[in-house]
């Protein structure tokens, strides 16, 4: 399993550039940015770190078709692999809320599925001429030349439509943050499913995101964790407003009674820190922490549930110091 690091918006270019060099130097196979709603779009870190690395891939994780139409992204991502010299990876996804913007979001898997056959063709240089559910492009091409024949397109997917939708067109699957071990076990299976029945080789990424805290003091790291996965699990969970999937995928795969789960969200929800609300036994679900020793085997349970690529990240004023920690553990693994 490969380890890469995963960036966003919350963070000013000038730092994701740092953590990139970083993770590049470390050894890690991708920066994944994740861009969010009203925090800072990701393009310009992502420009910033493909010029200031030369071997790390360049991944977005994810563009949303309802905000930025199909020919748009392909565009966008087709330039950026040129830049980076054909090191951009492209995941799309319709996930998040985006009401606040004043643009329809019904029928995401409708969506995503116009998106994937707007996309690929145009990055493979060819002429679209496509109307779909949600989106259409009537004889469009890309015009400049691309940097190779094709790119890898990932599908961020969490229910079981979308799983299955990612079997039958993306090359990979990623699946985000607080997603614990046990659900990606379900959704590779339905994923592969998907692909079987669709007669086509099963996908060959499964790209997962995990906060990360590496400290020489594993129970220091386990309550850096706890914070970490308590400030996100409240995000995700904020008012039970996460759709119906989410919230299955939060609460049902981490061993804890739904009762006692959703307690924990409530203390979370009324500003208790992650640290005092959950035990290290439910922090573990959906983080990856201790020693260096101990992050390591903490990954083996992603690992074998079918993820090919952990897309870690950090408290902001630990990560180049855990980049590096992490960089020499793994490497050593290898």
């Known amino acids: 399993m490969r380890v890469a690091l995963r960036l966003h918006g919350g963070l000013p270019a000038a730092a994701c550039v740092e953590q990139a060099r970083a993770a590049e130097r470390a050894g890690f196979s991708t920066v994944w940015f994740a861009e969010n709603p009203f925090n800072r779009g990701v393009l310009p870190a992502m420009t910033a770190c493909a010029l200031a690395t030369t071997t790390i891939r ?20 087709g330039a950026l692999d ?14 998040i809320k985006i009401a606040q913007m004043g643009l329809p979001a019904h029928r995401p898997i409708a969506a995503v599925r116009d998106a994937m056959q707007i996309i690929r063709p145009l990055l493979r240089g060819e002429e679209v001429d496509y109307a779909g559910k949600i989106f259409k492009a009537e ?32 090359d990979g699957l990623m699946i985000s943050n607080m997603c614990p071990p046990a659900y990606t076990r379900r959704a590779v299976g339905l994923m592969a499913e998907a692909a079987q029945a669709a007669d086509r080789s099963r996908p060959s990424e499964v790209v997962q995101y995990a906060p990360c805290a590496i400290e020489a003091d594993g129970g220091e790291a386990r309550r850096l964790a706890r914070n970490l996965v308590g400030s996100m699990l409240s995000a995700f969970w904020r008012g039970s407003k996460a759709a119906p999937p989410t919230q299955s995928a939060l609460r049902d795969y981490n061993g804890v009674d739904p009762v006692e789960f959703s307690r924990m969200m409530g203390r979370l929800d009324n500003g208790e820190r992650g640290e005092t609300v959950l035990p290290d036994r439910v922090a573990a679900h959906y983080s990856v922490a201790g020693t260096a020793r101990e992050c390591l085997e903490g990954m083996q349970a992603y690992r074998e549930a079918g993820v090919t690529e952990l897309g870690v990240w950090f408290a902001a004023d630990r990560a180049i110091a855990s980049i590096e920690r992490l960089g020499e553990i793994c490497g050593g693994s290898r």
């Open 82 to 95: 040129e830049l980076s010299g054909g090191r951009a990876v492209l995941g799309i996804g319709a996930g």
């Open 139 to 170: 004889k469009v091409r890309l015009e400049f030349p691309l940097r190779r024949a094709s790119m890898p397109i990932l599908m961020a997917a969490v229910g079981d439509q979308a799983l299955r939708l990612a079997g039958e067109l993306a």
């Open 58 to 77: 360049i991944g977005i994780g994810v563009f949303n078709p309802f905000n930025r139409h199909p020919t748009l992204v392909a565009m966008e991502i």
